[in-house]
């Protein structure tokens, strides 16, 4: 019986000690866990890692969305000013007759600047549109239509030219008269000034001539290329007229 007890206080003892070991480790592996976690470095880096590192991830993102935009942006510009720095006015091409008078027009890549010959054909035409009369009323109207095609807008020539066929209606006069309009001499004076001499004769809706005059008339003209197809159909030279005077010849 005493054997018995001693047996079973020696197990209990040995357990005990088993239990205090056990305790002693689990508190010496859980030691470093819990230094680990109460480490204020690591804990401090961790939730700045939480809080900021997140923000700076999206602005790298928004950096590199701006950059992209920036290019963009870069590229639209260039593409712009090389639109924008293009020459805007088409040339054309007109090709003219041994008298000077048109018979093809048209848009080419150059065109060549417009030569005596072509200016004293365009001269001949507006003096012969502008004096003439016809009894003819669309003809008469397409006369007076090309002679304000070739007329500077707000010009000294436009307002004596408006005056003129106030005070000579061209479709009433047609009713008592026809005049035709023979150009005899075109002279330049100087690059932008000619003189032009011409005979009107005027016959009665018979066909009898009426009269007979000479005429001198000084023209000041400016060159304006066509920038646009109703322009080159009018006046395909660009020849506009911005001052004239014109008296008879006695």
Known sequence: M???????A???????????????AVSESAAPIKSHLDNPYL???????????????????????????????LAEAVVILGVATRPKTVPYVVAVDSLGRVVASGAVEQSS????????SAL?????????????????????????????????AQTLITEF??????FERANKETVQVDVNTILPTTEHTYE????????DPSGG?????????????????????????VNPFGIYIMNVNWSRVV
């Open 209 to 233: 001539v009426i009269s007979v005059g000479r005429w001198k008339a000084i023209l000041t003209v400016a060159i304006n290329p066509p920038t646009d197809e109703n322009a080159l159909q």
């Open 124 to 156: 001949t035409q507006w003096i012969q549109d502008l004096r003439g009369v016809t009894s003819d009323g669309l003809a008469q109207r397409k006369a007076i239509d090309r002679v304000y095609a070739m007329v500077g807008s707000g010009t000294a």
């Open 165 to 170: 066929y106030r005070a000579n209606q061209p």
């Open 113 to 120: 600047p417009v030569d005596q010959r072509m200016k004293a």
């Open 196 to 203: 032009v001499d011409w005979t009107e004769t005027a016959r």
């Open 10 to 24: 020696t197990v209990k003892a040995r357990e005990g000690r088993h239990l205090v070991h056990s305790a002693t």
């Open 43 to 73: 804990n401090a880096r961790k939730e700045w890692d939480e809080r900021y590192g997140s923000l700076i991830k999206r602005a790298q993102h928004w950096r590199g969305a701006a950059v992209l935009a920036l290019l963009v942006a």
């Open 2 to 8: 005493r054997r018995q007890r001693f047996r079973l």
